[in-house]
């Protein structure tokens, strides 16, 4: 059984800079919303955020592209999560908005 792809396109209306702005600000926060211990790494390559996140012997890859009017996220979930596909893609849809967010007040 090979991995399962999964593809969520988050509008916004920041334009790329800012949004990349407010994720790179945020993805720090991303272990605090997994509940079991998880190890997350992060790299940015241009617009392009590479993460992978490890817990319970289980790795997840994804990578965020960073548009003018979206952020698509793109999940290869291992066959163990597959079956959880439908409700990673929901929590995607409200944390990606949650993620693009300002709670500092500023204007973007």
Known sequence: MSNTPLTVDVPHQLGA???RRRIDGKIGTLKDHIPV???VRA???GDRLGLQVAAMG?????????RDTFVRVEVLLPPA???FGKAIELALKRGGAALLEDK???RG
């Open 81 to 83: 999560l597959g079956f």
């Open 17 to 19: 800079e800012e949004a």
């Open 43 to 45: 790299a940015w390559q």
């Open 104 to 106: 500092s007040g500023s």
């Open 58 to 66: 289980q790795e997840v890859n994804a990578v965020l592209d960073v």
């Open 37 to 39: 211990a998880a190890d």
